[in-house]
């Protein structure tokens, strides 16, 4: 039975660690959520360690950055695992192939960085669609259009065998008020047509063996049980809790607000209901993380 809090404070005693999403939980896709931002602080103050575990495209350096320019101060977090990061070193050790079709905006051209953690990567090499081996996919270039877009693409790239390596598995998100689809939504488009998608991120395994790692590297003896993961995701990051034996808290005021009813707080009888349908069990709800 998923339990409702009214602070982190209520139950932050019992974990030693927090894996914290940022879109929707700590920022709103514009500026820092105030109260997510002090609940993290203080957490911190107390002797807690806290990692981001975002789903963002780009390598922890450019989040840290967006982070800075989103006023989250870094005095709220110890270190950043993303999906990017995750995706890159798959990417550079040739999963999809050395020439790759990118699909994504200017911003995320960061993606194809050189990875100085890995010995012996493979060159890879941007090339129109008709000349690629594989798809690397940040994001649609059009994040209000629908995936179907893409099916005159994806129809020939599943006929070639070429694999599509999403390094963002989220479906949308609310940029402010306004709603916007990602990596996940191409990607599962491709997979419902056949083609096959690699991911990266939440709620798949290397983006928390990748926060373990940051995690070790701040605070060593941590062990799963003493790990509480907090999002606002139903399919990745309660989902991916769940992959992992993670306790959960749902932010049920983010992508389910209006399933759930929350304004301050979610209605009880909506946010049962919600779970049922979603076949989730997230260990704690609240309305917005504080």
Same mark, same amino acid.
């Given at each position: ?49 806290? /990692? ?26 110890? *270190?950043?695992? &993303? +999906?990017?990061? +995750? ?40 090339? %129109? ?12 270039? *059009?994040?209000?259009?629908? %995936? ?25 998100? *609310? ?31 290397? /983006? ?28 990745? *990051? ?9 306790? +959960?808290?749902?932010? &049920? ?6 399933? &759930?009813?929350? +304004? ?7 946010? &049962? ?18």
């Amino acid at each position: 039975m998923t339990e409702i809090i009214t602070a982190l404070s209520e139950i932050s005693d019992r974990y030693d660690a927090l894996f914290v999403d940022l879109w929707g939980c700590v920022h709103n896709g514009r500026k820092a959520i105030p109260s997510a931002v002090q609940a993290l602080v203080r957490y911190r103050e107390r002797g807690g360690a806290v /990692i981001l575990v975002t789903n963002a495209p780009r390598s922890r350096h450019e989040v840290a950055k967006q982070l800075e320019f989103f006023e989250v101060p870094k005095e709220a977090y110890d *270190d950043i695992a &993303t +999906s990017g990061d +995750s995706a890159r070193v798959a990417m550079f050790r040739g999963a999809v192939g050395q020439k790759v079709w990118f699909m994504g905006q200017p911003h995320d051209l960061s993606f194809f960085e050189p990875l100085k953690m890995l010995k012996d990567p493979v060159e890879i090499t941007r090339v %129109p669609f008709e000349q690629a081996e594989g798809i690397i996919c940040c994001g649609p270039e *059009d994040p209000h259009a629908e %995936p179907d877009v893409y099916r005159p693409q994806f129809l020939y790239a599943k006929q070639k065998g070429m694999k599509l390596l999403c390094a963002n598995p989220d479906i949308v998100v *609310d940029r402010g008020d306004k709603r916007e689809y990602c990596a996940g939504a191409v990607a599962q488009l491709y997979s419902e047509m056949g083609g096959e998608s690699l991911y990266f991120g939440k709620p798949h395994p290397p /983006i928390y063996d990748l926060a373990r790692l940051r995690l070790a590297e701040h605070r060593k003896g941590i062990t799963d049980a003493g790990i509480l993961a907090i999002g606002d995701g139903p399919a990745t *990051d309660i989902r991916g809790a769940m992959g992992e034996d993670l306790d +959960s808290l749902f932010i &049920t005021g983010g992508l389910a607000r209006e399933e &759930t009813k929350t +304004s301050h707080m979610p209605d009880p009888e909506a946010l &049962t209901d919600y779970i049922q349908k979603e076949m989730i069990s997230p260990t704690f709800a609240m309305g917005t993380l504080a």
